[in-house]
């Protein structure tokens, strides 16, 4: 590639006659390197989970989470550089904080993840900047209640994220940015090393259908990441987890860690770490 990009990948503002964008392509490289994490999207719920692997015995078990709360109702996670990734969240948590204070209510799934994206597109335009070597997974659940309005605007009939377009009511939501800023809604989303074998998975378990609880999500999650662990198996890794429920749910609609102790004949008993 670094014979093909000669003079093409200097600058991010630059395109090769070919139209490709250098600069973003190293960024999904250093995306591809990092740690692989995944998103499920339950009938009642969204689970998010990283596999953390332990670079030093010295590291305290716990330590360096990967995985942040954006709102309350909120939360993400991403591959690839982990300074990035916080300066990811640190955005997220302002255009949160910002759409509260303008319109009084929580903001949509939906709308976050199209202001990040906007964002992270930003950085793909200009000389002065780097494209953010991060794919981010976005995961929460919007309540009809907190959702009174659609869109950018504030504005349109009282019928959740979504609003006029699909008429939806709120409910759970999961979104993938990638660092060229493009953004996606899903069901199952995985990205980092393992991101061939947790996709492959994901695949298995016809997520679209609707059928998956969110305390079966949580275990499947825990499986897929062992899962795509096994390419790395020299190394030790740590799993992180946390989970969103409705409001009669398990988490009350709120983004908390969870875990999945293993038990005998591979099955895993859930807990609430965190509230």
Same mark, same amino acid.
């Given at each position: ?8 990948? /200097? ?16 960024? $999904? ?23 953390? $692997?332990?670079?030093? =015995?010295? /590291? ?28 990811? $969240? ?47 997974? $976005? ?10 309005? +659609? ?13 006029? &377009? ?37 695949? =298995? /378990? +016809? ?16 499986? &897929? &990441? ?8 020299? =190394? ?15 988490? =009350? ?23």
């Amino acid at each position: 590639m670094t014979s093909i990009g000669t003079g093409y990948d /200097l600058l991010n503002s630059i395109f090769s006659p070919d139209g490709r964008n250098f600069q973003v392509e190293y960024a $999904v490289k250093a995306v591809e390197n990092g740690g692989t994490s995944i998103g499920i999207r339950a009938k009642d719920g969204v689970v998010l989970a990283i596999e953390k $692997v332990v670079s030093s =015995k010295l /590291l305290k078990p716990g330590a360096n989470k990967r995985i942040a709360t954006i709102d309350s109702h909120v939360g993400a996670v991403s591959s690839g550089m982990v300074p990035d990734g916080r300066h990811f $969240v640190d955005r997220a948590r302002d255009e949160a904080q910002s759409w509260r204070q303008n319109f009084k209510t929580p903001i949509p799934t939906s709308d976050l993840a199209s202001r990040m994206g906007g964002y992270l597109q930003a950085y793909t335009m200009y000389g002065s900047v780097r494209p953010f070597g991060i794919t981010a997974i $976005v995961g929460g659940y919007d309540t009809p209640e907190e959702t009174p309005v +659609d869109g950018e605007v504030g504005s349109g009939p009282k019928v959740g994220a979504g609003g006029k &377009i699909e008429g939806k009511h709120g409910g759970p939501f999961l979104y993938m940015i990638e660092p060229s800023g493009m953004y996606w809604g899903y069901y199952g989303a995985a990205t980092g090393k393992g991101r061939q074998a947790a996709k492959a998975e994901l695949e =298995k /378990l +016809d997520l679209p259908a609707g059928n998956i609880t969110l305390e079966e999500a949580v275990k499947q999650a825990a499986r &897929i &990441i062992y899962i795509a662990q096994k390419d790395n198996k020299d =190394k030790d890794f740590e799993l992180e987890m946390t989970w969103i429920s409705g409001p009669d749910g398990p988490t =009350k609609g709120r983004h908390v860690e969870t875990s999945c102790v293993k038990k005998n004949q591979g099955t895993c008993t859930i807990t609430m770490t965190s509230s």
